[in-house]
């Protein structure tokens, strides 16, 4: 009796959970857009204004903070409240049941509404349109348990050289960071005031350090930031760093990914350079709101497109590749934009857990790997342990991006990735497993210290049609006569070279239906195309 009791307990909880729905709301109009622009301190720091011009970003309506009066409408509405917002999609995410949600549309400013669950249809007055949719310092180390980590991926010689991540501010986004205010790993990042910041975006308030549960956040920031006298260096434990939290660990809802990109809007406003995401998002407590593998192509999911946004913005974005092996990457790693990160072992080799990329993502993922298998962290107790995941892979690479950033400041962040793909293992034939391979930094800084013209600008050239089922062709710069074009399938290995002049065909009909790599060179320029080879029907 007592089993059936809590049997129908848990079909009552399931209904009332379900029955509230979660939907983003979005907005048809901001106000004073133009006296905003006109006046950027009124909506951005210096710092953001400041990263902005340097690299010839401009200023736009997305800037723009979301219209709190239309915030305070909807909040006082009967069934609904309202989690998050975002002014980069001009729009909030609420929750309510499906009658109260929808009747949103009655307000002159709601112009369409996005349910999580994809059983629901999506409302709108119009389409939406618009500007909306634009997409002191340590200098000797003794790496002690880190030595591993940091030697993949060459970040120490960049130390030695005195580039350990000053001048550069990393957003950590993720989870419970307990501690980081008293242990003494975290001594050195607050002794000289590079703990910049911190808010609770799930809780509302400004304590990152009172959840004692979850420390994920801990042991990510202790990669990139701890220091332990003779036992621990983490990449870049000169950076200043701001904590935000919107990661929710008692369940798994869309709002979550509401939550990250009003962190990432407040730190683009705050002028970060990089931001260091340990999360990824495919499935959720109500599996009407879960993605599908074909969502998870660069272009739909709600925190991949502000992931995307906040890359637009010159914001450097580093996420963990996932942890789902060939079930693929997640949320927002799947962003062209973003720089996902990869997992190997000790030795370098491919981590069995490390999620992998497929022909569904618009570009090769993950970008590149590093340590994720046996990472070494600090816990909140400050003791030094070993954890597993590309939720370390990633904020270890982060602290390595930001010592180059550090040395390479007139660099975008377009321009910084690229040259890390190319300083890595495998440039010429990446794979699905552990994409362009494991960088080297040492290398990534002498050729960009050589010029950075020379070794990231790509080829100017069309290739078409893509997909195809016989040949591909490509339509030269009229500086070029000719191109050398490599073919590699998925799992890296050269299946045909050839020398081509301005739209001499590449026949292809040889080849399996499937995804192939093109890497493609001339003079000292090089550039990596995918192709898609289609049966004909």
């Known amino acids: 009796m007592a089993s059936k009791l809590l049997f129908l307990l848990f079909i009552c909880f399931q209904l009332q959970v379900f029955g509230q729905q979660d939907a983003w709301v979005y907005f048809s109009d901001k106000e004073n857009i133009e006296t905003s622009i006109a006046n950027p301190t009124t909506i951005l720091s210096e710092k953001a204004i400041d990263r902005k011009q340097r690299y010839g970003i401009k200023i736009d309506a997305r800037d723009v903070p979301v ?94 050289n005195d580039y350990t991540g000053s001048g550069i501010t990393i957003a950590v986004l993720d989870g419970g960071f307990p501690n980081v205010n008293t242990i003494g790993a975290f001594q050195n990042l607050r002794d000289n005031n590079n703990l910049l910041g911190s808010y609770d975006f799930v809780s509302r308030e400004s304590d990152v350090y009172a ?26 434990p000169d950076a200043s760093y701001y904590l935000f939290i919107t990661e929710d660990g008692a369940a798994e809802n869309p709002v979550e990914e509401s939550l990250w ?7 683009d406003s705050l002028g970060v350079d990089i931001i260091n995401t340990s999360l990824g998002y495919k499935n959720f407590d109500n599996p009407n709101y879960d993605y599908t593998d074909a969502d998870l192509d660069g272009l739909t999911a709600y925190i991949t497109r502000g992931a995307t946004i906040a890359s637009e913005k010159g914001i450097l974005v580093v996420s963990s590749a996932g942890n789902s092996g060939e079930s693929g990457v997640g949320a927002p790693a799947d962003s062209e934009a973003v720089f996902s990160i990869g997992a190997v072992n000790a030795s370098g080799v491919y981590a069995y857990f490390s999620s992998q990329g497929s022909e569904i993502q618009p570009a090769i993922k993950p970008d590149v ?20 995941g590309t939720s370390f892979s990633s904020p270890i690479m982060a602290g390595g991006l930001a010592c180059l950033w550090q040395a390479l400041p007139n660099l975008t962040n377009t321009e910084l990735k690229q040259l890390v793909r190319e300083s890595s293992s495998q440039y010429t034939t ?51 006569t000719e191109i050398n074009v490599a073919v590699f399938n998925v799992l890296g290995k050269k299946i045909l070279e050839r020398t081509l002049k301005n739209q001499e065909a590449l026949d292809v009909s040889s080849f399996s239906e499937g995804i192939y790599i093109l890497q493609i060179s001339a003079f000292d320029k090089i550039t990596t195309k995918k192709l898609i080879k289609i049966n004909a029907k």
Do not use: C
């Open 67 to 160: 219209n709190e009066t239309y915030i305070t409408a909807l909040k006082g509405q009967d069934d609904i409240l309202v989690l998050a917002k975002s002014k980069w999609f001009n729009a909030v995410h609420v929750r309510g049941s499906e009658a109260s949600i929808t009747a949103l549309l009655d307000f002159s400013f709601v112009s369409e509404i996005i349910f999580a669950d994809k059983t629901l249809s999506t409302t709108s007055k119009s389409e939406r349109q618009g500007v909306f949719s634009e997409a002191a310092s340590i200098s000797e180390f003794v790496y002690g348990n880190t030595l591993n980590q940091v030697e993949m991926i060459q970040v120490n010689p960049l130390h030695n």
């Open 211 to 236: 959840d004692t549960q979850d420390e994920h956040g801990t042991w990510v920031l202790s990669t990139m930031a701890g220091y332990i006298e003779n036992e621990f260096v983490g990449t870049a």
């Open 261 to 267: 990109v009003e962190a990432a809007e407040r730190a």
């Open 369 to 388: 790997s590093a340590q994720g298998l046996g990472s070494v962290v600090v816990g909140k107790t400050n003791t030094i342990q070993t954890l597993n």
């Open 430 to 480: 990446p794979d699905y497993l552990l994409g362009y391979g494991i960088p080297n930094f040492a290398t990534a800084l002498e050729n960009g210290t050589l010029g950075i013209e020379d070794f990231t600008q790509e080829l100017e050239l069309v290739m078409y049609p893509n997909p195809t089922t016989n040949n591909v062709y490509f339509k030269l710069d009229a500086s070029l």
